[in-house]
Structures are given as C-alpha cells and as structure tokens.
C-alpha cells in the first residue's frame, strides 16, 4: 500500500516563508513525476509544481521565482520551499505522486491528506 505524507504546513504572515515535505511509503516499483498541488476555499485543486525523476520541474506562474520544488529520490521524498508568501497562497496544499508498483503495472497518482498553509497578518 502506498501512503504519501505531508508535513511543514501552518500559519505565516505576508513575505514569509513555509518548507513543505512528503514522504512516500510503500512497496513500489518508481516514483515518476512528483508535485504539489493546492486548493483554496471555493476553488478547484490547481498545480503548484512539478519535478519529475531527472530534477525537471514544472511551475505555476502565480508561484514562479518564489517557490522551489525539490526531491530526494533516495529518500523518497518531494519538497516545496516557500518564500515571499502571499494571502493568496492560502490553502489546503496536496502532495502527488505518479508511482508505478510493479514493473510490468501502470503507474498511477497518489495524493497526501494535504496541509493547510494559512497566510494571513
């Protein structure tokens, strides 16, 4: 069973700086692209960044210059550093994965539970 797990949500003001992590777990094959994705309240669920397994990544243009995606295959871990947070960064911030479990099995995407990121004065 595949499990991914978010951590370093919480509440910053305007101009700070938050660090996301996830942590993959499980009997897996390869993790493929991975990448975050938020939802604000009311809003559908947009992508934030994505990095896929050579260190490519992919970002919002909302986000660019100011969020860094980053990943540790060894670990099987993805990042999301933070800085000049905004109030419109506000919200419920999910971890992706596209992981295939076997070699000869398609690979599918997991999600986090999410972490709430509140930016607010």
């Known amino acids: 069973q ?8 919480g509440l ?12 993959a777990s499980g009997s897996f094959f390869r993790i493929n692209a991975m990448g975050w994705y938020r939802q604000a309240p009311g ?5 934030v960044a994505t990095i896929i397994s050579s260190g490519s990544t992919n970002y ?13 295959n060894a670990k099987k871990m993805v990042y999301l550093q933070m800085n000049s947070l905004k109030p419109e ?9 596209n992981i295939q479990l076997r070699s ?18």
């Open 43 to 47: 809003e559908q669920r947009e992508l």
């Open 104 to 121: 000869w099995t398609t690979a599918y995407d997991y999600w986090g539970q999410g972490t709430q990121v509140t930016i607010s004065s």
């Open 2 to 9: 595949v499990e991914l797990v978010e951590s370093g949500g």
């Open 60 to 72: 919002t243009d909302s986000v660019k210059g100011r969020f860094t995606i980053s990943r540790d």
């Open 12 to 23: 910053v003001q305007p101009g700070g700086s938050l660090r996301l992590s996830c942590a």
């Open 89 to 97: 960064d506000t919200g419920v911030y999910y971890c992706n994965a």
